[in-house]
């Protein structure tokens, strides 16, 4: 089955950078989007970017344009997302979620499905 | 501050209906299509709703999507206590900041 597998809970201190990862099993790791979602601790969720596995191009949301990068490793099917310069307003779970895109008439729908599990970043001194 | 509005609580009563609202604008909802996602206590959202009014497989028919012009709405009808959870719809906008963009949730409880 398809699934979203990240790595564990991170601990950081202001102005370090964390990197995380998101391992795609089950598809063609290169036909699809792959987006990073945060959510801060009682909040909503929060775009921060895509990128696409096949040339590894990339967007980022105009907030963390300079702080992120993402990018991503075929030969294991992993896609990575870096921030830097991390504040204590970047404490958060962080999640990767695979695009879900169908072409229609008018305009194509796009979708997030499915969503790894999680990777909680704290940040504190 | 989140681009899509959705109200931060809804509750009803086991066995009740209960629908969920999101309002945009022309430039998200009015002219993309709305998905909806759920989010259990300690876990990842999971797709509820796509395209509007799809369901994926898995999905009970408990759960239905709508959209009338700026504005969409997911129904759940038949409520479980298992259907306590926070709730986002979400969509992609086509304005200078294009790109996804959701509500800020609803937590539905069932009394």
């Known amino acids: 089955q398809v699934q979203l597998v990240q790595s564990g809970a991170e601990v950081k201190k202001p102005g370090a950078s964390v990197k995380v990862s998101c391992k795609a099993s089950g598809y063609t790791f290169t036909s699809y989007y792959m987006h990073w979602v945060r959510q801060a601790p009682g909040q909503g969720l929060e775009w921060m970017g895509i990128i696409n596995p096949s040339g590894g191009s990339t967007s980022y949301a105009q907030k963390f344009q300079g702080r992120v990068t993402m990018t991503r490793d075929t030969s294991t099917s992993t896609v990575y997302m870096e921030l830097s310069s991390l504040r204590s307003e970047d404490t958060a779970v962080y999640y990767c979620?695979?695009?879900?895109?169908?072409?229609?008439?008018?305009?194509?729908?796009?979708?997030?499905?499915?969503w790894g599990q999680g990777t909680l970043v704290t940040v504190s001194s | 501050q989140s681009v899509l509005t959705q109200p931060p609580s809804v509750s009803a009563a086991p066995g009740q209906k209960v629908t969920i609202s999101c309002s945009g604008s022309s430039s998200n909802i009015g002219n993309n299509y709305v998905s909806w996602y759920q989010q259990l206590p300690g876990t990842a959202p999971k797709l509820l709703i796509y395209e509007n009014n799809k369901r994926p497989s898995g999905i009970p028919d408990r759960f239905s999507g709508s959209k009338s012009g700026t504005s969409a709405t997911l129904g759940i009808t038949g409520l479980q206590t298992g259907d306590e959870a926070d709730y986002y719809c979400?969509?992609?906008?086509?304005?200078?900041?294009?790109?996804?963009?959701f509500g800020g949730g609803t937590k539905l409880t069932v009394l």
């Open positions: 979620a695979r695009e879900q895109i169908k072409t229609t008439v008018t305009t194509n729908c796009r979708w997030f499905d499915p």
């Open positions: 979400g969509t992609w906008d086509s304005s200078l900041s294009a790109g996804p963009v």
